[in-house]
């Protein structure tokens, strides 16, 4: 049998050629191997490779511009290991950022030792849900996504940390109204790529359509925006992720239909405006 080590650097040898990074390879043999980090794949060079037939096969899936994280059916999201496949998007570090700025910023308006309800609008994986409940287990998380597959990976999720979430099937707001739920928080990391050819192949041939591409005229953003205000108890604070190129948008959006609020673009790690905050205050004549 070949070392762990003769597998991983004849397959860097030609991976720029295929657009692979030798991260990939080593997520990949860390998987296989049951290593814990993938610098354990360097440590563990000298050792027997258990699987060289299996990683030679998913290595012709990575030439092929497979994600990783499809072949392996994991994705790692703030220290989790979620299982994700093609039902679901591979969360990605901008929405780790996102999870992180709203454990940072909701003290601002809120205090978060109280018990919130927070809706997870389009969660997916259920990513952004796990992250929150972890930083505040006593907060009541709802998870919701118009895709039944979807919440299928969800669920196996949120079952597999053993977290509590009240998961609902709809687009957008309507399975919230429909059950006249009132909610203290808003997360959201909607479809906001306009242009296909701004995403790379290997998202445009393997990652779900309906999860990426921003329809201007049918957006989850704008039906929140208009719908907001009937499932608002009180003060509410929303998040979203986005697109830089999407800001002047938004800002006619929330002209158009919010009132008494405030909000904020945010720049991600790499400079670009990739989140909204909006909070909006209580009032009256809340719906």
């Known amino acids: ?28 043999i860390a998987y296989d191997e049951n290593l814990d980090q993938q610098i354990d794949v360097i440590y563990s060079r000298d050792k027997e490779m258990t699987h060289p037939t299996l990683f030679e096969s998913q290595y012709d899936r990575l030439k092929n511009g497979e994600p990783v994280e499809y072949i392996i059916q994991e994705a790692r999201f703030l220290g989790l290991k979620l299982h994700v496949d093609k039902r679901v998007l591979i969360p990605r570090g901008e929405t780790e950022e996102l999870v992180a700025l709203v454990t940072e910023k909701i003290s601002d308006y809120f205090d978060p030792r109280n018990y919130l309800v927070c809706a997870d609008i389009g969660t997916g994986s259920g990513a952004i849900t796990l992250g929150l409940k972890s930083a505040f287990p006593h907060w009541v998380m709802m998870a919701s996504d118009i895709s039944k597959d979807a919440l299928e990976v969800a669920k196996g999720n949120f079952a597999k940390y053993k977290t509590s979430v009240q998961v609902v099937e709809g687009d957008s707001l309507a399975p919230f109204i429909k059950e006249m739920t009132k909610i203290d928080i808003l997360v959201c990391n909607p479809p906001y790529i306009v242009n296909e050819n701004d995403a790379q192949p290997s998202v445009r041939d393997y990652e779900p359509g309906s999860a990426l591409w921003l329809d201007k005229n049918n957006s989850v953003y704008e039906k929140i925006f208009r719908d907001i205000y009937k499932v608002k108890k009180g003060a509410l604070f929303m998040a979203f992720e986005i697109s830089p190129d999407l800001v002047e948008w938004l800002t006619g959006l929330m002209e158009k239909y919010l009132s008494r609020y405030r909000y904020e673009f945010v720049n991600d790690l790499s400079g670009d405006a990739r989140f909204l905050f909006v909070y909006l205050e209580g009032d009256d004549y809340d719906a």
């Open 1 to 28: 049998m070949p070392t762990i080590g003769e597998i991983y650097y004849k397959a860097i040898e030609n991976c720029k050629e295929f657009g692979i990074s030798s991260a990939d390879i080593r997520l990949l």
